[in-house]
C-alpha cells in the first residue's frame, strides 16, 4: 500500500473514531446508555476498517499476482531464448570442429608434399614417407 493511501485511510479512521466517541461523551445521556453507544459505535468501526483493510490486501495480491504472471513471462522468455543460443553455439561448434578437422588434413598433406619436395632437393627422389 502507498504511503499516501495509507495515511490517507489512518487519518479518516483517527477522524472518524475520534469524532464519534467526542459526539457520545458530549451527548447528554445516561452512563450506562453512553457505553453501549460507545460499544456499537466502535463496532461498527471495527467492521468498516476491516472491510476497508481487506480490500487494500485484495487490490495488493491483485497487483502481486499480476507482476509474478508477468515475471514468470519473461522468464521464459529469457529461458527459451537462452535455449536457441545454446542451440547456435552447439552448431557453430561442430561447424569449427569440421573446419578445424579439414584444416588439420591440408595441414598433413601441405607437409607431406613439403617433405617430399626437401627429400627430392637433398636426396634427388622422393622418399614416400606418410606423416
Not at 504511503?3 to 457520545?24: D, M, P, R, S
Not at 578437422?101 to 634427388?124: P, R
Request: net charge positive.
Amino acid at each position: 500500500m502507498k504511503n499516501g493511501t495509507k495515511n490517507a485511510l489512518l487519518g479518516f479512521l483517527t477522524g472518524a473514531v475520534a469524532g464519534a466517541v467526542t459526539g457520545i461523551l458530549l451527548a447528554p445521556d445516561k452512563g450506562i446508555n453512553t457505553r453501549k453507544e460507545i460499544t456499537k459505535t466502535s463496532q461498527k468501526v471495527s467492521k468498516d476498517v476491516s472491510v476497508s483493510f481487506q480490500q487494500k490486501v485484495d487490490e495488493l495480491k491483485e497487483q502481486v499476482n499480476k507482476i509474478v504472471a508477468e515475471v514468470l513471462e519473461k522468464v521464459k522468455e529469457v529461458g527459451e531464448k537462452v535455449s536457441q543460443s545454446g542451440e547456435k553455439v552447439a552448431q557453430t561448434g561442430e561447424e569449427a570442429g569440421k573446419v578445424t578437422e579439414t584444416g588439420g588434413k591440408k595441414a598433413v598433406v601441405a607437409a607431406e608434399k613439403a617433405s617430399d619436395k626437401t627429400n627430392e632437393k637433398i636426396y634427388g627422389k622422393s622418399s614416400g614417407t606418410n606423416l
